[in-house]
């Protein structure tokens, strides 16, 4: 019986969200922003049973974040933890919402999820109390970033001592720009309340490389201002100037907008 850590993206983009965190026999999902059936279908891919799920983490309320969690979150009787704010706007948009186990969490403190400890970070981006998560599994550290138009000093000292990151690689400045989006979504996605544009989650991840993280993993690309290529070659290129190395330095992988991610093992 394989006790130890394993993790994967299951769906990952603008069309929907989630990503698995855990071990054989228990879990946890950071954001279901897909229907219950196809979050089941992914599931049943990965071999993960609904079952070993002990609770279900909300970065924000958005809709490509939060839309399956409460038929999933009824069906099988999963917690779903998240801050006051984000929970009081989170019921206002998910149909029976009173028949959910809400948990509510404090952000910056550690909080219990089965034998995970869990910690909240705050993040910046235009939802009403967006976080991104850091999770100990007893074997790992594995970090949750998306949804967020920078990445502050103090968000990077939280996230140092994480083994794996899934990162938010969101858009390319020239494809932003030069793309279809009017002007006022331009400048919101590129605003300090948007999202991280590559050459922001390269710089980002030098800094974790540095403090020791090994393995990241690219996320929440843009299906209109990103591609996944460009993503891969730009953040590696901007690494290698620095002197480090993939293969060596760390290993950078992106996560598919449909489908699960490969295996994350520890």
Request: with cysteine.
């Amino acid at each position: 019986m394989n006790l130890n850590t394993r993790a994967c993206t299951l769906y990952s983009g603008s069309s929907g969200n989630s990503i698995f965190i855990g071990k054989e026999k228990s879990g946890i999902l950071v954001d279901i922003g897909v229907s219950c059936k196809r979050l089941e279908e992914n599931l049943r891919r990965q071999k993960i049973s609904p079952y070993v799920i002990k609770g279900i983490l909300i970065t924000h309320e958005h809709s490509d974040h939060i839309a399956g969690i409460s038929v999933f979150a009824r069906k099988y009787k999963i917690p779903v933890y998240a801050n006051e704010l984000t929970i009081r706007k989170a019921k206002t948009l998910m149909k029976s919402s009173e028949l959910i186990d809400f948990r509510r969490i404090n952000i910056g403190e550690a909080f219990e999820v089965d034998k995970f400890t869990c910690k909240a970070i705050q993040v910046s981006h235009d939802a009403i109390s967006p976080v991104a998560y850091k999770v100990d599994t007893g074997d790992s550290i594995i970090s949750v970033v998306t949804d967020t138009g920078i990445l502050s000093e103090y968000m990077i000292k939280e996230l140092v001592g994480s083994d794996l990151i899934f990162l938010e690689a969101n858009y390319d400045v020239d494809m932003l720009w030069n793309g279809p989006y009017t002007w006022p979504l331009k400048k919101r996605v590129s605003s300090h309340y948007g999202h991280l544009s590559n050459e922001q989650s390269a710089i980002a991840a030098s800094e974790l490389i540095k403090s020791g993280t090994r393995r990241i993993v690219l996320i929440h690309l843009s299906k209109n201002n990103n591609i996944p290529n460009l993503a891969y070659d730009y953040i590696n290129s901007y690494l290698f100037d620095l002197g480090l190395v993939n293969g060596k330095d760390y290993s950078l992988t992106i996560a598919p907008r449909y489908e699960p991610s490969l295996w994350q093992m520890f």
